[in-house]
């Protein structure tokens, strides 16, 4: 531990970076303010992926990483839908998911909203409809907002949820 | 003999595929049956209820008959073989578990829903207070029907989804799918490039959530810094960050120079990182001795990739690979959370001076060449060894068939449970990271 503590001063923080994007930091900025603004600082989303193949997944944990850091606008993934003013889903809604999907829509409390991401959600992608899927998403839940790509970037996904949280 | 897959070709044949040899079963069209090998070979049990509720095909001596892929809801339908434009949900009947019944036995359901940002699957546990006894994975929820979808396509068509079926490698599913049709040896090394590229992002993501799940945050913020930079190199290679489309039949040029510089900071920075997490007892009290998988059992199971290699068994499908050139894989012996950690932080090393090695390539284009006929490939994703079936006729898809490394090492997840407590369980799952998406379809 002692040895711990002597490399921490001698070598500075290291989990933390000191390249900065201009862009990135204006959309931080206008996130941490909307959200300020109309959620009290305060914005918890639900991640419900529903037959999606993980890249969106993978670039919803990357907004955590010190890159994009998404923690520090005050905007939270929560672990239970009853959590969530924001219900996220990704994927293509496969027969077996749906129930649960509605299931975890119906725990949201009221004001709830659905945003969708990747083109699986809509069926625009290049995984096909087959009698298996039953989406797209807003056939079987009202949707608010759509995310496109495939998957987003997390720099798009920042920018698109800001049109969004400046449109409620 | 290690199962790699065993599979129905159609209604009337069941192939198997051994780690030497491959076996085809004709099965009797009126009624069609096989005979149950998953008594020996544990790990066929999924392959034959997956057989069963996708062809109807009978499992002879089975002692397991569950449905696997249709779930409560599902109609009775064999969705392989049987026409449908809409699946109407048929009425509710219940999933019977596996169960350990006793005194003060009780059990714990977790999923599909989980509390993170992960993929939905069922785990259920069969708990003695704190202790578990029994863990049985359910999975399926993600049953998109891959294999049908890619059927009547050609292999430029069917690519689009294959590289589609699991996001962490999707670079391995475009390796091993067009394996067959590729073999200027150029280009395979520049694919070889972006798969270790792929291995180094899916390893790195996974070194910082295991010890982030036994609640050490920094390894988290660390790694996953070095993991963007690696997926922002991704992008600046192939125009994605996952890599999709990246692997087609040609040798792009790259910015050699530049990829060796990320390539040297990288290996610094993860020598510092291995310095600085070996260091850190709180954690390592977590992680060593916790979930162990014992090498036989790992052997009866036929596991693969990391889940293998840290229980001792080197297996890896580079090594048989002549581009690889007398490739060995790092291993580790102990079979435990701490050693496919340390199995993970190796295998990113080896994948720096692989990328290395394979830098002097030249960039150069071809064709691809698609013949009629059966294909068996594979490739060594960041979670194991992967198996891709294609069969082509007058150029398109009949039947395609995939094994992702997953499959196999589900099966074998439970075996790590007895003797841990179920607040290990995150941190035993994570060490293993398998994919939903792939072993779904």
Redo the contacts between chains.
Sequence with gaps: MIRFWQRRFKEGIKTELSELDAELEAIKKELKGTIKEKFASSLAIRMVDSGSCNACEAECNALSNPYYDLERLGIRFVASPRHADILLVSGVVTFNMLPHLIDAYRQLPEPKWVVTIGDCTTLCGDIEKTCLIKGPVNQQIPVAHHIPGCPPDPKTIMEDLLTFLRSI | MRLIARFAKNQNEVIDVWDERVERHSLDPTTPTIHSIAKKHPSAVWFERKMHDEFGIEIDGAFDNRPL?R????PHIH?MIQE????T?APFHPYPYERIKGEGVFEVGVG??H??????GHFHFSQEGEAILHLEVRH???????E??CEGKSIEEAL??VE?????E?IAYQIAFLRPFIEDEEIRKYHAILLELERLIHHL?DLGFIPNDAGFG?AL??C??K??EC?RMM?NITGH??G?GGVRAEAKPIDKKGLENFLNTLQSDLI?FQE?IT???SLWDRLDGTGVLQKQEALRYGCVGIVARASGIAIDRRMSDPLYKNFTPPTQQRGDVAARFLQRLDECFASIDLIRSFLDYRPTKSELDVSDGEYFSFSESSIGELFLYTYVENGKIVRFFARDPSFVNWQALHLMMPGNIIADFPLINKSCDL???GSDL
């Design positions: 892929l779930h409560e809801h599902f969705p449908c434009k809409e699946l949900p599909p829903i509390a993170g940002i992960i993929e939905p399926f929820y993600k049953y998109r029907g891959i049908r979808m689009r989804i589609k079926i699991s996001g962490n999707s993501t920094a913020a660390f996953s810094i993991a963007e997926r992008a960050r996952f999709f510092w600085w260091d850190i007892p994919s939903y998406a």
